[in-house]
């Protein structure tokens, strides 16, 4: 990739509060919990966007050609409009013209045919961050992708080729159109498109594994340059800039008192360590302590309390402190072995101020610290019901990596122990690295020395940032830590440069690297609007709701009628384009259907949910999570972005990731 210059876009950041109302056509125009009400008269169904062939709820949409000209009609000069640029389409006019809209609230003007390319699935693509993995090439044809992957040497060609691409020495004969941006592209904190046009399912050479080889298309949303990244020459410029936050969540329960008060042992010596440096003025900690529902037994004191908030600090005495205030557990026994633990942690996720008040922490750490499994998100002694897999995706998207020690002491015995690994590790993962460490016998020795490896490390990547040499060699590190290190700078090199997807390109990539079907490249998400989530949310919602009061197999044929009903009341509304002849669970989510997803409610018939009494819980218990996490972005306004200007409120989107898909 010759081109220099990368294109930055800020986050256009809103936030309205939608009443949830029971909505069901994921992909039709705005659900209840956005438009209250809808006047036919006013905005008759016939001012939507044409539906695609075959659904009852898909809008035909399309991607503008570079050169493409919006016109008021045919006949009429227009203006340019930026290539890659999604529309709705109106009307499908003589002459090769189409009628579009850049969202599904009215046309606004002409585009010829030959200038946009069809847009059948409203998915795009999102670079994964590339530590421990090489850089994509982007080829130019599925034939030439390939023949890269089937290639016996196929190793030592990417390196071939991107060597050339670093150098300017590609050729046509390469078929090669980009290359991946060295630093992270972080979809979350910089919207970009690279939309999917085309995708074939099929397996990897090397080891026979599924693999998704998409077609796909760049698009920048702004015009306006940015400074030149590290990687494309450019001066490594403010290194001394990135600092930590590392949030500790301590499980403050009976049992825990000798290990809070190794964890202050291991801190003192670490921050004793760094104090006066310049790597001591770039990590700062803060403490969340967290026990179990104190409803249950008021000696329980508290679910969760911070002891002390992140902030940058001078002096860390403060945090010492608070570690030591921890020491003092609680004096009642919690309602079983399992604890709060998630309550905890999303406290740390969502109630730290990662940004510092405008100073953002470039590293966010989260350590949990316990003995106990998490309680299940079901269990009435927890806070929330959002599950581990939830809260680890809505982690990674805001940076955050949790990090988790679990003491596997001979209290918990070995099915709690499983029960509680199995949970941690979904919850402790990262730029798909796991980040779960398992203390044998709970013993105390051990503990204090992984506490110690874990902060050591922490600081050694402001170290490594710095130019600095690391105290711990990898190692001692680890392959994972060292690992994230690299991760988390990349990350904060992109946010820096504002590294960009490549620039107007269409081409062929893999999901999986070319060389190690083990690393994702590409990970497909679902460009949602908030339209279209909040009727997602509420179609699962009431869907949750239907199931509960209809458990026994005898009313599983109730359940399917009386969801139809709802189906068939919402159809008579033009507002709400439904499929009121729905024969599975996900019949009224039809984009399903289309996704190279294998979605956990489609296949769902009502013999199937006659059947099973355990498949029917597990579905019910995955959905009400997912709906949990759903409302959460909702009412989240980083999540959101403004495609084109003017866009209502309801029409800014969100790139989705498919594991949270229902």
């Known amino acids: 990739m010759t081109d220099k210059e990368r294109r930055m876009t800020g986050w256009q950041a809103w936030m309205r509060r939608a009443a949830v109302a029971v909505g069901l056509a994921l992909l039709a125009p705005a659900p209840a919990a956005l438009a209250q009400t809808a006047d036919p008269a006013a905005d008759p169904a016939a001012d939507r966007p044409l539906l695609m062939d075959g659904t009852a709820t898909l809008y035909q949409r399309v991607l503008t050609r570079p050169g493409a000209v919006l016109s008021p009609d045919p006949a009429a000069p227009g203006d340019q409009v930026p290539a890659f640029q999604p529309f709705y389409v109106y009307d499908r006019g003589p002459d090769g013209w189409l009628q579009v809209g850049p969202g599904t609230r009215g046309a606004t003007g002409w585009i010829a045919a030959a200038d946009t390319v069809d847009w059948r699935q409203n998915i795009v693509a999102a670079f994964t961050n590339p530590a421990g993995r090489t850089r994509q090439v982007l080829f130019a044809t599925e034939d030439a992708l390939r023949r890269a992957m089937e290639d016996e040497g196929v190793a030592a060609l990417e390196a071939a080729l991107l060597n050339r691409a670093d150098n300017g020495l ?65 001066p490594e410029t403010g290194a001394g800039d990135f600092d930590v936050g590392v949030v500790f969540v301590l499980d403050t329960t009976r049992s825990m008192g000798p290990y809070i008060a190794r964890t202050q042992r291991a801190l003192s010596r670490i921050i004793g360590q760094i104090r006066g440096t310049d790597v001591g003025e770039r990590v700062n900690f803060g403490v969340i302590g967290f026990r179990d529902n104190p409803a249950a037994d008021p000696g329980i004191e508290y679910r969760t309390r911070t002891l002390a908030p992140l902030i940058r600090r001078q002096d860390q005495t403060d945090v010492l402190s608070a570690v030591l205030e921890a020491t003092d557990v609680a004096t009642a026994s919690t309602p079983g072995f399992n604890e709060d633990s998630m309550a905890g942690v999303q406290d740390a996720i969502e109630g730290t101020d990662w940004e510092g008040g405008g100073d953002r922490f470039d590293g966010r750490y989260v350590i949990l610290v316990t003995d106990a499994g998490p309680n299940d998100p079901g269990d009435p002694d927890a806070r929330s019901p959002i599950g581990p897999a939830e809260l680890q995706a809505a982690a990674e998207e805001k940076g955050i990596v949790v990090l988790t020690l679990h003491l596997l002491t001979e209290e918990g015995g070995e099915a709690q122990h499983a029960y509680a690994e199995g949970r941690y590790r979904a919850l402790s993962r990262y730029a798909d690295r796991q980040f779960y460490f398992p203390i044998a016998g709970g013993a105390a020795d051990a503990f204090e020395d992984t506490v110690t490896r874990l902060v050591t490390a922490l600081t050694d990547h402001v170290r490594t940032a710095r130019g600095e040499a690391a105290v711990l060699d990898p190692d001692m590190a680890g392959e994972d830590l060292v690992e994230l290190g690299l991760a988390v700078r990349l990350a904060w090199l992109g946010t820096r440069a504002g590294t960009q997807a490549p620039d107007v390109i269409e081409a062929w990539v893999s999901e999986k690297t070319l060389a190690d079907p083990a690393k994702v490249a590409f990970e497909p998400r679902l460009l949602v609007t908030k339209n279209e989530l909040a009727t997602m949310a509420d179609y699962i919602g009431a869907l949750v709701d239907l199931a509960e009061s209809t458990r026994g197999s005898a009313d599983a044929g109730d359940f399917f009628a009386q969801l139809q009903d709802v189906m068939a009341r919402m159809a008579q509304n033009p507002d709400r384009l439904v499929d009121a002849e729905a024969g599975t669970l996900g019949a009224g989510l039809e984009f399903l259907e289309r ?19 355990v498949e029917r819980r597990q579905i019910l218990d995955g959905l009400r999570q997912k709906l949990e996490q759903y409302r959460r972005w909702l009412l989240d306004p980083g999540v959101w972005t403004a495609l084109h200007d003017g866009a209502p409120d309801g029409e800014h989107v969100f790139a989705m990731p498919f594991d949270i898909l229902p």
């Open 595 to 613: 996704l190279p997803y294998r979605s956990q409610i489609m296949d769902m018939t009502p013999d199937r949910w006659a059947q099973s009494a």
């Open 170 to 234: 590609l050729t046509p004969e390469d078929q090669v159109v980009a290359v991946e941006p060295a630093e992270f592209v972080n979809i979350r904190e910089q919207l970009y498109l690279l939309p999917i046009l085309d995708f074939t399912e099929d397996v990897h050479p090397l080891n026979y594994d599924a693999n998704l080889l998409m077609q796909i298309a760049s698009v920048p949303l702004r015009e306006q340059a940015a400074p030149l990244s590290v990687a494309d020459g450019g």
